[in-house]
């Protein structure tokens, strides 16, 4: 089985909907350890009370690379058995651009769910890129991290319609809810050992 780390930089709803669905929905993980680069993350809380051990590794005023950074983070996952060899990490609402050097360690081992459907809007404020550029359907992606931002292979995506009415926050709110279902789904896929890899395409083997 492999061992699930998770990195967070706030609230933690992706997380929490992943370490719910582990535990109702019995998917075959175990979650070892929840890591935030901010001690004020609300997400921390929610894995404590849900008995999910957590660490801080905070980034404001390291003054290292970011590589060094990593390379804490990466000791902090290894103590917790989240290793490339038996590990799966999630970035979920981690707000920092991982290294290369960590990409390349944990290769096809680090996930990340985006708010949008790629390629279209990478990067920060998905949302509202997306309803500035008129689009009429957006939803999420969830993706291995590769060295680009928001590149790597797909594993699946999600729509929602784009009303016209619909503000950053009210299409947020439609997104993150497909998002909570997009990324259990995608960790059960993984953690079933279903999704294999070619080139920058993913298949679903359990299909
Ligand atoms: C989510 O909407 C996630 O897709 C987004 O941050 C939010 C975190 O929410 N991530 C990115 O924009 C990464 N580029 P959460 O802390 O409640 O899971």
């Avoid at 991982?98 to 769910?113: A, C, D, Q, T």
């Avoid at 931002?149 to 009210?170: H, K």
Wanted: charge should be positive; include cysteine.
């Amino acid at each position: 089985m492999l061992n699930l780390g998770i990195l967070i930089s706030g609230r933690g709803s992706n997380m929490e909907a992943i370490l719910k669905a582990i535990k109702r929905q019995k998917i075959p993980i175990n979650p070892a350890i929840i890591i935030s680069n901010n001690p004020d993350a609300m997400g921390l809380k929610i894995a404590q009370k849900m008995g999910i051990k957590t660490e801080v590794i905070a980034s404001k005023n390291f003054d290292g690379t970011r590589w060094q950074y990593d390379q804490k983070i990466i000791k902090a996952l290894e103590k917790h058995r989240v290793t490339p060899k038996n590990g799966l990490v999630c970035l979920a609402g981690f707000m920092r651009i991982i290294s290369p050097e960590f990409i390349s360690k944990y290769k096809n081992r680090i996930i990340n769910i985006h708010p949008a459907i790629l390629p279209s809007f990478p990067g920060l404020h998905a949302q509202k890129q997306a309803l500035d550029y008129g689009v009429k359907f957006s939803g999420c992606t969830v993706h291995f991290v590769d060295s680009g931002v928001d590149t790597g292979p797909i594993i699946l995506q999600e729509i929602v319609p784009v009303l016209d009415d619909d503000t950053e926050e009210t299409l947020s709110r439609k997104i993150l809810a497909k998002e909570h279902k997009a990324y259990v789904k995608a960790v059960r896929l993984v953690a079933e050992g279903k999704i294999k890899i070619a080139g920058r395409k993913t298949r679903n083997q359990g299909r």
